[in-house]
């Protein structure tokens, strides 16, 4: 929605760079109509509100370690694959094992500050909302600050999810903050969702109108969020302690279900393009017909992207979508890119052998044909199997399929769903509502798969194939417990890296030793001077 994410950066002068000088939240100074001139009146408000979620957008396209790429390498979903003579910063993730490459002691800063200016620029907004002239409407002001909040709170859940010790910002300050206690921190997420729940209106965004209005954020996105949230910290810390009852998140995710704003696709695949897409070699097209497209009734909240990133600060683009594409192979539709993610066998052994979500999210190289005399000497941890879910894309003739300045590299603009409806669904079956199995039922139907009775095995076995590659298995394996995650991951599997025999070892002491979150970037514990430690495992 180009509308959503125009260039608001340059507007502002907003240059968040991932290098610090002095204190490790150090931001770059605002420019003079920024602090001195703007926020006088709800248009200002309004173009600030953009440049927030331009901000969240930017932790996706800056070129950092992603989030959903990084909650994948960390399950049993995914290996950490690359190319065979790159570094090997992924195996580090994917291993839990500082000891594959001592020297990647920073792999998250570029994220962390990222992640921070995308918070600095929500708590600036905020800070001036009472200063600024909304000429007595209320319901703007409050609309306005409920989608800030929202997007405070998605990038804290996930910066509290990787490193769980962080600083706890809620002012636009570059104070030299120690860690919060985590349980602060979903605090302010509970605040900031339940806020945003109650303060934007039902109407505001409409799916009816996603072409206007796809990736604004909703009262029913905050509503799930809020449930997801939930689920993981009364799940990993075993404490309902949030200020929010599981009865209110329950009836959260009830109104968007009754709401009928959303609805699942007819077909699975639909939701991908390079599942959905079929190559047209006589025409060097790609039939498109097939995919629901970006904002379709299932989509609750996303990711948005454009495909106008450059080389020359327009950063607006899917970065990461890049790293899940084919080494060295274009194969219509599938397309090019650096070979990470590759898909963990036990993962496609899982699926049923009539579950149609088994060939729409996974790319099987061998039976589709897909050629390796480029591929296998270049790929790390082969294991036949790819993701199609996140995938790049190509023409019959090997052009990537991508807009902009036409570079694979960085024109790449699928969104990234943050959360589907079917995701609503099954969280409301856990919750513990009276339709839980026909909610279970429902995602199970559009698949032709019959009904089974809804456990709380039952949902997590779905779970897993349902949102298979999007960001989703890891936490729900931390959920179940740190015991329960190590065990699960943690395996022995044969590979292939160069195309010679390899193995991919993952030991579950490493998880259960760093508790299951990462390692705090050196840079920002040096940067601190030492008000930052290091987390458990990892030093």
Known sequence: MKPLFFHIAAFFGLAFGSGCSGSFLDIDPMTSILDQNFYKDINDAEMALIGCYDGYQRTASNGSFAFPVVSEVLSDNCFGGTGHGDGRNYQVLDRFDQAQSSADENIFNGTWTDYYAGIFRCNTLLSKLDGTDFSGNQAAR??????????????????????????????????????????????????????????????????????????????????????????????????????????????????????????????????????????????????????????????????????????????????????????????????????????????????????????????????????????LPEQREYTGYMNKKYMPTALPDGTDDVGGEGDFMISQDQDYIVIRYADVLLMAAELGSHNAQEYFDQVRGRLGLGSRPVSQEAIMEERRLEFAFEGIRYWDLLRQGLNTAAATIAQTQHVLSGNAPDQVVIEGAKIQQKRGFMQIPMTQITLSKGVLTQNEGWN
Not at 154 to 159: I, N, V
Not at 206 to 212: F, L
């Open 142 to 375: 409050n609309r306005i600050e409920g989608e800030t909040r929202f997007l405070r709170a998605l990038m804290y859940f996930d910066m509290v999810r990787l490193f769980e010790r962080i600083p706890l910002l809620t002012e636009p300050t570059t104070e030299n903050l120690p860690q919060a206690d985590p349980t602060d921190t979903y605090k302010l997420i509970v605040e900031d969702l339940l806020f945003a729940a109650d303060n934007i209106p039902a109407d505001a965004y409409p799916k009816a109108s996603a072409a206007q209005n796809d990736g604004r954020v909703t009262p029913y996105a905050a509503k799930a969020l809020l449930a997801r949230v939930y689920l993981f910290y009364t799940g990993y810390y075993g404490r309902d302690d949030l200020g929010v009852s599981k009865a209110q998140v329950l009836q959260g995710v009830e109104d968007i279900i009754t709401s009928n704003e959303y609805r699942l696709v007819d077909d699975f695949k639909s939701l991908w393009p390079a599942a959905s897409y079929v190559p047209e070699p006589e025409t060097n097209t790609l039939d498109r017909s097939g995919y629901a497209g970006k904002g379709n009734s299932e989509v609750v909240f996303a990711q948005k992207f454009n495909n106008t990133q450059n080389y020359s600060g327009m950063v607006d683009g899917n970065a990461w979508l890049v790293l899940l594409g084919l080494r060295q192979t274009r194969f219509s539709p599938y397309g090019i890119g650096w070979g990470a993610c590759t898909v963990n066998p036990r993962l496609v052994n899982a699926f049923s052998a009539n579950d149609p979500r088994r060939n729409a999210s996974i790319l099987d190289i061998v039976a589709e044909g897909v050629p390796t005399r480029d591929l």
